[in-house]
């Protein structure tokens, strides 16, 4: 039995459609240019103009992306919330996503830790915060069918197991806890090497630090209601930890006086560096792409956190005003 909602129009239906083909044109002729741009490092070099057009990430991409743009037509045609500035920032972390996985950033990889750090930068810093300021959970529910739709939420009630866990995860010493371990320990040199020579675990590498960032930047951003609102102090105090132990860990790689990864010893030399400046590189694009990325995030918070101050101290002044005038009244 179909809902009120799903019976839609031929005229909307079409509009959908068009939408959704506009809105995957977009997506392919951003990544395009992404990867265009990155290209004009070295043109001509085959390394920089060969895409992987890996079947597996592009359904992903497809279907998540699919999902979203017809979920948000949906709350827009309600009146629900469904803001543009919702969609731009989903199709900017799909458009992240596709040049790490897609574009020739993932072949460099191979040959340059400089890419390599551009990569997993991209995977953790740039795509998993865009995709939580899309606010993608009601989004994507609404871009289900209508039984999907209500066994979804039945899953995601207030005491199932799947909301505790949420909850769990975006507990901050568990989502900082889990972001911090995934991220040192695949900076071991056995495991990044590892990952570097068998293509599942390279893989499994980018899921990880993609989902463990997810979860990190939960209760930063907060895309859903939660049950205690975290204070902006709070937050960023844990993102103050986090681009520490950030700093701490590029540093480690930039300024080793040894090559810490030997995969990179052994593979074709671009550009004439050597392995211990790729190494000095790759460390500096971990620092500055991440401490931008702090840096923006902590600054957001602070204006939350003084225009709380003043929205409280313009509260406690009507409050004084208005007293004082019952007393001028009495």
Not at 61 to 73: A, D, M, N, Q, T
Not at 81 to 102: C, D, M, P, T, W
Not at 153 to 170: E, K
């Amino acid at each position: 039995m179909q809902g009120r909602n799903d019976h839609v129009p031929r005229a909307d239906r079409h509009k959908g459609k068009t939408s959704l083909i506009t809105f995957w044109v977009a997506i392919l002729f951003l990544t395009w240019f992404t990867a265009s741009a990155y290209a004009h490092v070295a043109a001509g070099d085959n390394l920089l103009t060969d895409w992987h057009w890996r079947w597996d990430v592009i359904a992903v991409l497809l279907i998540f992306g699919s999902l979203y743009v017809r979920g948000w037509l949906r709350l827009k045609k309600m009146g629900g919330e469904a803001k543009f500035s919702q969609i731009v920032f989903y199709a900017l972390a799909l458009v992240a996503i596709g040049s790490a996985l897609l574009s020739p950033i993932d072949d460099l990889a191979s040959y340059l830790l400089i890419a390599h750090m551009v990569q997993h930068e991209l995977l953790m810093m740039v795509a998993p915060p865009l995709v939580l300021l899309a606010h993608p959970v009601p989004v994507l529910m609404w871009g289900l069918g209508e039984s999907s739709r209500l066994q979804a939420g039945n899953l995601l009630t207030r005491h199932s197991a799947i909301r505790r866990m949420r909850d769990l995860l975006g507990w901050m010493p568990v989502a900082w806890g889990l972001y911090v371990v995934n991220l040192w320990a695949w900076h071991y040199p056995a495991f990044y090497d590892a990952a570097l020579r068998v293509r599942w675990i390279h893989d499994l590498e980018h899921v990880l630090f993609f989902l463990t960032a997810l979860v990190f930047w939960w209760p930063v951003i907060q895309p859903v209601s939660w049950p205690v609102p975290i204070q902006y102090g709070i937050r960023i105090l844990y993102l103050f930890l986090a681009a520490t132990q950030d700093t701490l860990l590029s540093g480690l790689i930039a300024l080793s006086r040894e090559v810490l990864y030997p995969h990179y010893e052994t593979a074709l030399r671009l550009w004439d560096l050597t392995p211990r400046e790729d190494q000095i590189g790759g460390g500096i694009v971990m620092f500055a792409v991440g401490s931008t990325t702090y840096a923006l995030a902590i600054l957001f918070l602070v204006n939350g956190l003084l225009g709380e101050g003043r929205r409280k101290r313009s509260t406690k002044r009507a409050l004084g005003h208005g007293a004082e005038k019952v007393e001028d009244g009495v």
